[in-house]
């Protein structure tokens, strides 16, 4: 699949929006991906969660890990397509972390799984948890990468759309954005 078929996917989806919304990270960006109208989808999410793991299928994956919500539905598919266990962490107080009695063995190999990388914060935070049971990461994969590559994490990172979508802080905004209503998309009912 090339990255043209896959944004065709996003778009086909009505994931791809036009605007002014705030993102988790605070920033004012005039672009938004819904990833929920894809990940809503299953034959859509199947798709991209096979291409995903082909990217990664020759690196004796044996535990792929997502952080909660959008996360949680890639490191299943893509644990399923990979024959793998796929486990996931959840915000506490704050902070990214394994509950549920999920264990991480020494001997695993694990692929960390994201939807939607714009600081790469969230994954960050996953890496750390990871680090706690001493496996080895054997990559990073997402959806789409919207820091157009700015994004490091030390270990391979094979996102299946990079993006370079512009984005501000609150005292940068140009003056063409703040004349258009702002959004604050994800898990508002908006």
Not at 62 to 88: D, N, R, S
Not at 110 to 126: A, H, P
Not at 143 to 154: M, T, Y
């Amino acid at each position: 699949m090339t990255e043209k078929d896959i944004l065709q996917i996003f778009k086909d989806s009505g994931a791809l929006l036009d605007g002014h919304f705030v993102l988790t990270s605070g920033l004012h960006s005039p672009h938004y991906i819904e990833k929920f109208r894809v990940l809503e989808q299953p034959k859509y999410t199947e798709l991209l969660c096979k291409e995903l793991a082909d990217r990664f299928r020759n690196d004796g994956i044996t535990l792929v890990v997502g952080p909660m919500t959008g996360g949680i539905i890639l490191a299943y598919e893509i644990g399923k397509q990979l024959g793998t266990k796929a486990i996931f962490t959840e915000r506490i107080e704050g902070k990214m972390k394994f509950r549920r009695g999920f264990r991480i063995s020494v001997d695993d190999k694990v692929l960390i799984v994201e939807d939607i990388n714009s600081t790469g914060g969230s994954i960050k935070e996953v890496i750390e948890q990871v680090k706690k049971y001493g496996a080895e990461i054997a990559g990073i994969g997402c959806l789409v990468d919207r820091s157009n590559g700015k994004s490091e994490f030390g270990y391979p990172f094979k996102p299946l759309v990079t993006m370079n979508v512009e984005a501000y802080s609150e005292n940068e905004m140009p003056e063409w954005l703040l004349k258009i209503p702002v959004t604050k998309p994800g898990s508002t009912n908006k």
